[in-house]
T-cell receptor, first 112, second 116 residues
Framework: QKEVEQDPGPLSVPEGAIVSLNCTYS??????FMWYRQYSRKGPELLMY????GNKEDGRFTAQVDKSSKYISLFIRDSQPSDSATYLC????????????FGQGTILTVHP | DTEVTQTPKHLVMGMTNKKSLKCEQH?????MYWYKQKAKKPPELMFV???????INESVPSRFSPECPNSSLLNLHLHALQPEDSALYLC???????????????FGEGSRLTVL
């Protein structure tokens, strides 16, 4: 079993749709949960950062972490064509090295 | 614009060449990373430097040689590479607070390497 599982998609939605992206993980030591967005031919950029369980909202984006079920979600409301990118979940343990374990990445296309 | 700057953006080299990739950040971060990313795959960790010391080497072949001259700079020296080493090489940095690295990485835009 991989340490982090993420459906690679691709996922195609119409503009304005609510998008749900999900990951599961197996390592109970993970305490920090990141979502990165990567546009084609660019480096990943940090989109959301959550510590432990709970929800975090930032504009149209909401990150959810359920540590009891080891489930991570990212919701995008009112999706826009500019949201078209690959979304990578990345849980991490509180080590001094910051070693991230990336999910496979979900390719999202939002069409007008 | 990313605050982690990588040069060159593109590099083509032969299998006998020696080249270097460079990375610079001025955010005061004390952890710096090299990742390798193949098409349609997530980034794979290669090396981590913490306080300018190599702290993680993910069993990377010796034809890749990292160097951290100071807290702002990170190099990756390349020698005798293979065509399968062609990939996007990403540099990243993060803060270390009270001895803990939260994993909040800031990536550069990458150096796209082609080995002929």
């Amino acid at each position: 079993q991989k340490e982090v599982e993420q459906d690679p998609g691709p996922l195609s939605v119409p503009e304005g749709a609510i998008v749900s992206l999900n990951c599961t993980y197996s390592n109970s030591a993970f305490q920090y949960f990141m979502w990165y967005r990567q546009y084609s031919r660019k480096g990943p950029e940090l989109l959301m950062y959550t510590y432990s369980s709970g929800n975090k909202e930032d504009g149209r984006f909401t990150a959810q972490v359920d540590k009891s079920s080891k489930y991570i979600s990212l919701f995008i409301r009112d999706s826009q064509p500019s949201d078209s990118a690959t979304y990578l979940c990345a849980p991490a343990g509180g080590t001094s090295y910051g070693k991230l374990t990336f999910g496979q990445g979900t390719i999202l296309t939002v069409h007008p | 614009d990313t605050e982690v700057t990588q040069t060159p953006k593109h590099l083509v080299m032969g299998m006998t060449n020696k080249k270097s990739l460079k990375c610079e950040q001025h955010m005061g971060h004390r952890a710096m990373y090299w990742y390798k990313q193949k098409a349609k795959k997530p980034p794979e960790l290669m090396f981590v430097y913490s306080y300018e010391k190599l702290s993680i080497n993910e069993s990377v072949p010796s034809r890749f040689s990292p160097e951290c001259p100071n807290s702002s700079l990170l190099n990756l020296h390349l020698h005798a590479l293979q065509p399968e080493d062609s990939a996007l090489y990403l540099c990243a940095s993060s803060q270390i607070l009270r001895g803990t690295n939260t994993g909040e990485l800031f990536f550069g835009e990458g150096s796209r390497l082609t080995v002929l």
